[in-house]
């Protein structure tokens, strides 16, 4: 198995593994806005968490950090996650629920 596996792939495991748990996943794309999250998760109980994939050890761009800064500001979730297992992790966290 690829140790350093795409982004994609960590988006897919993570976004079937989500549904399987009830969960939604959008993927998020703005014509009007760059750099914004991958995808929208909403959790079985109406709370939404932007995510943004990135492989094994990337960091978002200065351009994406800026727009999660923003995001965080406006009291919205935020999560880049880089390993399948750290997804797992965000769908299996006690969201407050």
Not at 3 to 21: H, M, Q, S, T, W
Not at 58 to 63: L, N
Request: proline content about 6%.
């Amino acid at each position: 198995m690829n140790n350093n596996p795409l982004e994609k792939f960590i988006e897919g495991k993570v976004c079937l593994y989500a549904a399987d748990r009830g969960w939604v996943t959008y993927k998020f794309t703005s014509p009007a806005r760059a750099a914004v999250p991958d995808r929208l998760f909403i959790t079985p109980f109406g709370r939404v968490i932007f995510v943004e994939f990135k492989r094994k050890g990337m960091k978002p761009t200065p351009a994406q950090s800026r727009e999660h800064d923003r995001l965080i500001r406006q009291g919205c979730t935020v999560r880049v996650i880089d390993c399948v297992s750290d997804g797992i992790d965000l769908v299996d966290a006690d969201w407050g629920m």
